[in-house]
């Protein structure tokens, strides 16, 4: 029997296997993808004829809330694991036509582009010109305009299905933690696999595309819900604040007030004439530096280097784990524990201004002294002497630790 829209099995087949691999929590039927996989063959075929015949449903997502890192609490909506799936599927279709749309300059999200990227650029274009504007808009997955979506994408997609799909995904309810179903009529859930692009798109129109237009020759910089314009003055700064503000409430956004604001990024001398000289993005803290010229001369460099609140984040997880306190373990036994997360820090942290990670890396040893002296009744109140049995170790051992291989061992 013919289907009404041609989608191959074997486009299920790929997406069933990207989900996997991605991993995730189960949605609503509490079905995880073990379970799933326990009549595979059935649940992906259910998959593909119901995509296939335009009868596909999407089942209600499944609200979670997590903590933000500054306050207060953000809901993610949970796709089932065969929403997951139908997702992909549409996705895997709908981004390559979209990337070759969306601007050079929106890194989030995207595949080929990264967060690295996106620091790199604005760096390079904070030592060009003395102003930013910075700007964080308030809850972009839970307010993105429907019918203003849906626009945009038909404006670059003609496939009825996956016109079909994308609006019933933006129409599905979400159940909330107590059970209670929760009708929606803007927004997208983040969480969602197709989310993220359909974010992209909406602020390709409502952002990007109107900045080359109504800011022409402003350079910026957006990674999904952040982004930066750089200025030659503060005239220009206050006003294309102004105009964000406008432009943003006229697509049915706001921009969030205690995250946007305008830096002054020069040189110390001429900091004192502006309240604010830094900001953070993307985890990293964007301010004036101490760096050295190829002549080994100090001087002042406006660069960017782990964020005063990553820090603050990583010693709370090696606080979190407790190290005094594993007694049981030998010190290969903490290395293998803790070097994959030490791992992940440097690839992203160290990226750029190495130096603040040493904070980081003291932290780190001074607790493993502290392993040193509960371990060894020897050392119990001689923290010295069990420092300098530590950096013995450290000088024989550079390669144990992430950290030490790094060169941040202790001092005999």
């Known amino acids: 029997m013919t ?53 596909y449903f999407p089942p209600p997502v499944k609200a979670v809330l997590i903590p933000k890192k500054s306050s207060g609490t953000r809901t993610l ?33 995207r595949p080929g582009k990264s967060a690295h990227e996106a620091i790199a650029v604005t760096r390079q274009r904070c030592w060009q010109y003395p102003w930013v504007v910075e700007f964080d808009i308030k809850g972009l997955f839970d307010n993105i305009d429907h019918d203003l979506l849906m626009k945009a994408l038909r404006k670059h997609c003609s496939t009825d299905w996956i016109l079909l799909y994308v609006e019933r995904w933006l129409k599905a309810s979400m159940e909330m933690p107590g059970g209670a179903l929760q009708k929606r009529g803007k927004g997208t859930p983040q969480g969602g696999v197709i989310s993220p692009i359909l974010a992209n798109l909406f602020l390709h129109y409502a952002f990007d595309k109107w900045a080359v237009k109504a800011l022409s020759g402003i350079p910026f910089c957006r990674y999904a819900d952040d982004g930066l314009l750089h200025c030659v003055s503060l005239l220009q700064a206050e006003k294309i604040l102004s105009m964000l503000k406008a432009r943003f409430k006229e697509v049915g956004l706001e921009i969030h007030t205690d995250k946007s604001h305008i830096v002054y990024c020069k040189h110390a001398k001429r900091q004192l ?11 990293y803290d964007f301010c004036p530096r101490q760096s050295k010229n190829g002549a080994g001369e100090k001087y002042l460099n406006f660069s960017a280097g782990a964020s005063k609140i990553a820090i603050k984040n990583m010693k709370a997880q090696i606080r979190s784990w407790r190290l005094p306190l594993r007694n049981e373990w ?19 942290y160290g990226k750029f201004y190495k130096t603040a990670l040493k904070w980081v890396w003291r932290n780190l040893n001074e607790y493993l002294c502290r392993w040193v002296m509960q371990k060894y009744k020897r050392y119990k109140r ?17 390669g144990l630790f992430v950290h030490w291989k790094l060169g941040h061992v202790l001092t005999v």
């Open 330 to 348: 030998n010190i290969h036994q903490i290395a293998n524990y803790i070097n994959p997360v030490l791992r992940g820090w440097y690839q992203y």
């Open 273 to 283: 004439k502006f309240n604010k000289t830094s900001f953070t993005f993307l985890g």
């Open 3 to 55: 289907k009404p829209f041609s989608i191959s099995k074997e486009l299920v087949w790929a997406a069933y296997k990207q989900v996997k691999s991605n991993g995730g929590s189960a949605g609503i039927d509490q079905e995880s993808i073990d379970q799933f996989e326990l009549n595979l063959k059935d649940n992906l075929y259910k998959i593909w004829n119901r995509m296939a015949s335009g009868s």
């Open 77 to 109: 909506g949970v796709p089932t694991v065969s929403d997951r799936i139908a997702q992909t599927v549409v996705k895997s279709v709908l981004e390559p036509a979209l990337e070759k749309v969306f601007h050079k300059d929106s890194y989030g999200y």
């Open 382 to 398: 001689h923290k010295t002497k069990a420092s300098s049995y530590l950096a013995r170790i450290a000088i024989a051992n550079r």
